[in-house]
């Protein structure tokens, strides 16, 4: 099994020279985050993640983490340690509020940060991520006791955060859910019901878990209008700040599942002892879908990372084990001894392709990441609304597009190692299993076309969509002067007209009311879109290469833009040919009898 190490000159080549790190430095509250400084750190937290946190990856698939006989969850061998020297190297603060204690890094590196995470190890990654959405939740919307009484503890990952929506009868219609918070006198709630699928619901790793829960006071109006957040501690926490009292919640059973066995994924019950668990109100009372969105947001474009993280791995796996794989001759080469696989044509086409995807993906994370950080620091007020504005047009393409894909090179990775790929002793096989979850959760990959399609593709009236589309243009503009480029650029002018079709015909659907037609076609205008933004971003990254810029070696440079003419040339058309399904309209599908 191939370990990981993570590709610190691509990484910082996207960062600088795609995503615009030079730009989010120059923000008021970030200067201390300069791409010198930023390079630094990220070579300090690789080695890190690529030394303590992946070699545990193997044993916490094998082990899992278990329920115990007292109801308590324990992690597989070496996590709580590695936990403890993750907190105690700052890493788990690094981009966290320097108000709270936090490092105060540009949410763009604390990105790039939670990549490596995820690349060494999906599954332990999960706990940081639900807890860094708990930090941004409670910030926005929680009372000033709240932040002071909690905050600090999330940052600084001495507690663990999680976020409990699910429930059975409430999947991707939240709006269903049952569990009940009741007012009590001196201003807390008690909380009764069932929630299900809850990551890190339960863990040894820490002292105490903050659970932000949504639930239904009793006069609440059905629907999600009617839904309020609670932060509901497993240890009520003291007059010290301290945990004590257990709370009345329970974990009633960790799911089997296909991947990620280190992640605890609980059924927890509230109020099962009969008093009900003690929960404080997040914001205000029926207002709890809104704030679980900001959340849900940050939680999203975490989700995508892991499309990301996991067709990285997946890819440096598949590599090196086509390096040392030695099968068959080169057909037509004329050579007589048995070359290593990384020999063929076709294996080098799906090394390739894994590799151009990747840095697809990172590159359209990497710059949502950005306008994330532009939405909060940016001067002018209208940079501050573009960037609001892009965040939210790009989020369920990250969340959707990098998580589709990171299962298809999960997949391609398996192939690469034949019978090799499909046993266990490779480790290829766990990729594609820890993969298949991120499509799923968080809201479907369906929900995210849905809300890309109704509720993104018509901001501001279609001009969100149409200011990207005339960005993308001048980039095929700036390709012309290069006759390297020149078949991806053609490759990239029909793909964005392609884009500006369905764009408009999706706009016009929606106008005429023909709301079936426009969400038929949601899922394939969605893989069209991230496809299409991939090739703009790799269309940037190869004139940066072809810029020569410094601290880069000359080999790397060259293989930028290969890898880039590769995803133009190759992967990029497959774009438009999604145009017939966008457009196909409802009918053909309503027709259908199953
Ligand atoms: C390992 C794991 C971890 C999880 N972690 C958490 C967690 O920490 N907290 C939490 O609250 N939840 C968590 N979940 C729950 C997860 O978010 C849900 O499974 C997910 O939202 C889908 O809900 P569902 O399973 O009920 O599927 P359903 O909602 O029943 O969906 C089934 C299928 O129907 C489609 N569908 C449903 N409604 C629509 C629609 N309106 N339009 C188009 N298609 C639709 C879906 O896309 C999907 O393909 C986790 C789940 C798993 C498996």
Known sequence: MTEYQPRLDEITFTLNHVAGLDAVSKL?????????????????????FSEVIAPLNRIGDQQGSVLTADGTVKTPDGFKDAYRKYVESGWASAHM????????????????????????????????????????????HGSDQLKTTYIEKLVSGEWTGTMNLTEPEAG??????????????????????????ITWGDQDLTENILHLVLARTPEAPPGTRGISMFLVPKFIVDGNGDPGERNDLKVLSLEHKLGIHASPTC?????????????????????????????MNAARVGVGMEGVAIGERAYQQALGFARERVQGRPIGAGGKESVPIIEHPDVRRMLLTMKAYVEAMRSLLYVTAGEGDHMFHG????????????????????????????????SIGVQVHGGMG????????????????????????????????????????????????????????????????????EELSVALQGLAETSTWIGERLTAGDIASALAGASPYLRQFGTVLGGWLLATAALEALNGPSGFDQDFLKEKVNTARFYGEQLLPMANGLVPAVKGGAGVLERAQF
């Open 28 to 48: 008021n509250g970030y200067q201390h985050a300069d791409p010198e400084t930023v390079g630094t750190i990220l070579d300090e937290a690789g080695r890190f």
């Open 267 to 295: 059924v927890i019950s509230f109020g099962d002892g009969g008093e009900g668990a003690v929960g404080y109100l997040v914001g205000d009372e029926q207002e709890g879908m809104r704030n679980m969105f900001t959340m």
């Open 172 to 197: 991707s219609d939240v709006g269903a859910l049952r569990t009940k918070a009741i007012k009590q006198d001196d201003g807390s709630y008690r909380l009764f019901g069932t929630k299900i699928f």
């Open 422 to 489: 499909y046993v266990e002793e490779t480790g290829a096989a766990q990729y594609l299993r820890d993969s298949r979850i991120a499509p799923i959760y968080e809201g479907t990959n369906g929900i995210q076309a849905v809300d890309l399609v109704l509720r993104k593709v018509p901001l501001e009236n279609g001009a969100v969509v149409a200011r990207l589309l005339r960005e993308m243009t001048e980039v095929v503009d700036r390709m012309a002067d290069h006759d390297d480029l020149a078949l991806f650029r």
């Open 97 to 140: 509020p320097e108000q709270w204690g936090g490092g105060g890094l540009p949410y763009i590196v604390g990105v790039v940060i939670q990549e490596m995470f995820k690349t060494a190890n999906m599954a332990f990654a999960l706990a940081p991520t639900l807890t860094h959405g708990a930090v941004e939740a409670l910030e926005r």
């Open 379 to 410: 001067e002018t007020e209208e940079r501050r609304q573009l960037a609001c504005d892009r965040l939210a047009l790009l989020t369920p393409i990250v969340k959707a597009w990098c998580t589709d894909v990171g299962v298809e090179l999960a």
